[in-house]
Structures are given as C-alpha cells and as structure tokens.
C-alpha cells in the first residue's frame, strides 16, 4: 500500500539520483576547465599565489582545473570567446571589453577588500624625492601605463586624464608606454624609466606597491631597499568596481556554474590556507556579482574608445 510516507521517500530518491545524474553530466561533458589568469606580477609568482586555489577548486567541483596564465588580457578575451577558457578573472575593463565584443561571459564574483569594501582606485604614482606635485608638473615627461585592457593600468587613467584637460595624453606626455602588468609599471618608475605610473591602489597596504615593498622586489641602485615613502600618489581617481572579477563562460550548466560560484564563496573558510596564499592577506574573501553591475565600467570603455577614434581623425 502506497502511503504519503512512501510517497515523499520516492520523490527524495528521484531528486538525489536527478542531482546525481546533473552533476555526472557535467563532470562527463567537462572532465578538465580551464582557468586563465593574467599576471600582475612575474609568472612565477602568479603560479604559486594561484596554484593552491586552483588545486582546491578541483576537489571541491570533482574534475581538473588547469591553471593558465595569459600573456595579456586579450588573450584571455579571445580564450574565452573560443570555448578554450571556462574561468577567467579579469580587471573590470577587460570584462567590460569582452561583452562589447560579443564574448558569451557572465560575473560571478568579485574581490571583498580587508575592510569589507568591495572598490579601489587608479592612482598616479610618482618617486617622492621628484618635484612632480601634480599632471600638470609632468608635460612632456615619460607615462608608464599598464596594458590597454586594464582598468587601472589604462583606461580609468585616459578617462582620469581626459577630466583635467589632457584628451590626448600621447601628445600631453614625452612617452607613454606599455609595461605589460602592474608590477612592471612600478619598476619601471623605480628605475626612472618613467617619470610617472598608472596603477592599482586600495589603500597604503593593499596595492601592487605594496605586494612588492613586502617582498622586498624594490631596490635602489646601491642595493638598498625602497620605502613606502619613496613613492608618492598625485592623482586618484573615483571608486572602481573591482578590482580583479571572476566570470565564467555563459553556455556553461547551471549546475556547474552553481558550484564554481559556491566553492569561490566557500573558499576563505573551506580551505583558508589556499585563500592567503592567494590574498596575501589583503582580501577577506569574495562577494556575489553579477554582469550588470558592470554596466557603468562598458559606458566607460565607450568614453575612451571614442577618444580614441577622435585622435585617429
């Protein structure tokens, strides 16, 4: 005899064998995915930050998370676009950037700052014993920018520029070039190669600058080591959504893209010691995100492409 007992024992049975199968489905059409990180630092150093996250994200979603590490942000944009890249984290821009360009990509997540905040800055920085006070001070001096699909590092800086009168800051600056990451354009101001760098700032002790004076990667031609006073800030921007964000591709199942979401969230309590290595202390955690919370940073890039387009004329 068939009793609402029986009846609701059936049913739990028919869901935990449709969870099942679910997620025999994706593990069977995606049996590895692939994660593409773009450096902010040396390669090597982005391996070992990453290589724990990355090994707690295979056990928690049951197949193989293979780490790539991309020249640039393009790169990870065209991964994503043709199928090879199933993760991504990118800088807000460059996510902005794929959507305009038609790449099937969604938010997930984005970083939670030391303090629970979830912004940070484009900053100017310039060596402190220099007499630069201000822009204005740097006509005709050597811009050290960091990839033209960086938020911070290029397009907030233009935008930034643009505000104070500077439309074309080719023509505004001596040089301006490309370092290719974050800790590029520091160095490259460290070893007056440039007289000023864009970069990324949330705050005395949560920046590129900072990663680097910890680990000791700055030093004056004697050998000694550079301050946190060495440097000083002459430009900040307005709060950016950011800074890094985590997408994945659109096609992918909900079940899997339910699980990638939850082992982020999970991860500064789940596996804390994967989680520092990868914060360096600097992040608390990760905080829920969507696409559209990043429809302010695509009108941006709009702005900086038509100044683009109007130099070219």
């Known amino acids: 005899m068939i009793n609402r007992r029986s009846m609701l024992l059936a049913a739990a049975a028919l869901a935990m064998t449709a969870s099942a199968a679910a ?22 150093g982005v391996t070992e930050r990453w290589t724990p996250f990355v090994a707690y994200l295979s056990k928690e979603l049951g197949v193989k998370v ?64 220099t007499p630069f006070k201000t822009i204005d001070d740097l006509k005709g001096k050597n811009l050290g920018l960091v990839d033209p699909n960086s938020t911070s590092g290029n397009n907030v800086p233009r935008f930034e520029l643009d505000k104070l009168g500077i439309s074309d800051a080719d023509a505004y600056f001596g040089k301006v070039v490309f370092t290719g990451s974050h800790e590029n354009a520091i160095l490259a101001l460290a070893q007056g190669t440039v007289d000023v760098a864009a970069n990324q700032w949330t705050s005395d002790d949560d920046s590129t600058l900072a990663q680097m004076l910890t680990k000791g990667m700055l030093k004056h031609a004697d050998g000694t080591p550079f301050k946190k006073d060495d440097f000083r800030i002459i430009h900040k921007s307005a709060p950016i959504i950011g800074p890094s964000m985590y997408a994945y591709s659109s096609d992918l199942p909900d079940d899997l893209k339910a699980a990638i979401a939850k082992a982020f969230m999970e991860s500064p309590t789940k596996d804390k010691a994967a989680f520092d290595r990868l914060s360096d202390g600097q992040k608390k955690g990760f905080h829920a995100a969507t696409t559209k919370d990043w429809d302010a940073t695509i009108e941006l890039i709009k702005f900086v492409d038509a100044l683009r387009k109007k130099k070219a004329s």
């Open 66 to 129: 293979n780490l790539r590490i991309a020249n640039d942000y393009a790169a990870v944009i065209e991964g994503q676009r043709s199928g090879n890249i199933q993760i991504a984290a990118y800088g807000s821009a460059s996510f902005a950037r794929a959507r305009l360009t038609g790449v099937k990509t969604d938010a997930f997540a984005s970083d939670l700052n030391a303090d629970g905040g979830t912004g940070y800055y484009s900053v100017f920085f310039v060596n402190a014993k």
């Open 23 to 44: 997620a025999q489905d994706y593990r069977t059409k995606y049996p590895e995915l692939t994660f593409a990180i773009v450096p902010a630092e040396n390669a090597s």
